[in-house]
């Protein structure tokens, strides 16, 4: 199963979830961007430095068909594509929740083109479910891998907002904006 070598290459991070049933695996977590130095004599990695967080992925047969993440900074983007690129199907759906944006854009990039939505606070798989035009008691029952080919059906006609631009024409748009954090309350 295609989670299952990224575990292995230590690319899962703060995992939610992964599973498989029948053709589809899914993942909820955060997927690393780049990994870690060596931190000791014995090869254990420490902390990523880079990760796109609380990802959404859907596999089928070992192709990402959904790929929906937050990025702290558009800028990087290319390191989604250098890690993985060659696992995505020819007709994966790419959603990324950037928190250095204001206004959404379709950037065209490696031959894709990538949704890229605007979002400093919230909740990434309340958003995609907003976007997909769903609400809870479309999953009534499902496990977490059917709840996520619901959510990739549903966005089978989804046509992203914005301008169309390149990567280098976005990286002009970005904004100074930071992630909004909440404390213990």
Known sequence: MLFDAYEQKGLLFNMNFKEAEGNFASYRGDLVLELGEVGDAHGHLKPPVYTIKNTIVLAENDKIKLYVGSLDELALLPKVLDYYKADFAADVKLIMFVVNINKPMVIELDSLSIAAIGMQEGLIWNELIDIAALDKGDFKGQSPTQ?????NKALS?????????????????????????????
């Open 157 to 185: 006609d989804f046509k992203p907002k914005g301008d169309k631009v390149s990567f280098e024409e976005a990286l002009t748009r970005t904004v100074e904006l930071k992630r909004a954090g909440r404390g213990p309350v």
């Open 147 to 151: 709840k996520i080919v619901t959510v």
